[in-house]
């Protein structure tokens, strides 16, 4: 079993940046990657970044490149998303997410990760 716990979310401005944090807990020895996805009640849950756990290549959705950044810190247990210049529209709830099929590449499909985060809120105000 693995617990992901999410932090960081909250009010604001748009324009702004925030730094999303999810804390791996459990048997995290076999995990792959990790990823970030975000959803709203009126969208499906949206792929967003992915970072392996062990040599730290990434993968983003088109839609968040050159905004979104995904990093890890393997002593902490634990990968952030740092997004930049914030939009109304980046408002949503922000899951992490772990992968622990080995050599599988990073993937977009929330189908195909294995544990999940409770989310974090993130509302931005324009």
């Known amino acids: 079993q693995v617990q992901l716990v999410e932090s960081g979310g909250g009010l604001v401005q748009a324009g702004g940046s925030l730094r999303l944090s999810c804390a791996a807990s459990g048997r995290t020895g076999s995990m792959y990657a990790m990823g970030w996805f975000r959803q709203t009640p009126r969208k499906e849950r949206e792929f967003l970044a992915a970072?392996?756990?062990?040599?730290?290549?990434?993968y983003y959705a088109d839609s968040v490149k050159g905004r979104f950044t995904i990093s890890r810190d393997n002593a902490k247990n634990t990968v952030y998303l740092e997004i930049n210049s914030l939009k109304p529209e980046d408002a949503a709830v922000y899951y992490c997410?772990?992968?622990?099929?080995?050599?599988?590449?990073?993937?977009?499909?929330?189908?195909?990760?294995?544990?999940w985060g409770q989310g974090t809120q993130v509302t931005v105000s324009s």
């Open positions: 970072i392996s756990w062990s040599g730290g290549a990434t």
């Open positions: 997410a772990a992968d622990f099929l080995p050599k599988s590449g990073l993937r977009s499909d929330s189908n195909l990760y294995d544990y």
